[in-house]
């Protein structure tokens, strides 16, 4: 599943979304902070990497979503590689249009007090 990190991280730079901070200690799921040059909140993407015994290290995960919209979510598909493209390619289209709808939001919040 290695190669499937690799894919999601290159895939978020590819939307200007960096990975600002990273945690996978061994005691808690893993999770990423994402950062945008041009948008202001923070998200967090959370990893699926913990099975009935132990968690299991970030490339092992199974999948990941995101914290503050936990249906926007992405399975690490194992078998079948244009799935796996096409449901990444989805997984960023709807994280970007959550985060447009956000952002603006907090803008119409912002000029209204203006």
Known sequence: MKKHITDLRNALYNHDLTVASEDDSPAFPAMWTLSHPYFTLPMTIAFYNVNDIRIIPLHESF??????????????????????????????????????????KRDKAVRKDI
């Open 63 to 104: 999948g990941c979503y995101l914290m503050e919209q936990p249906e926007i979510s992405l399975y690490f598909t194992k078998s079948n590689r244009h799935s796996w493209q096409r449901d990444l390619t989805v997984f960023i289209q709807t994280l970007m249009q959550y985060i447009h709808s956000i952002e603006a």
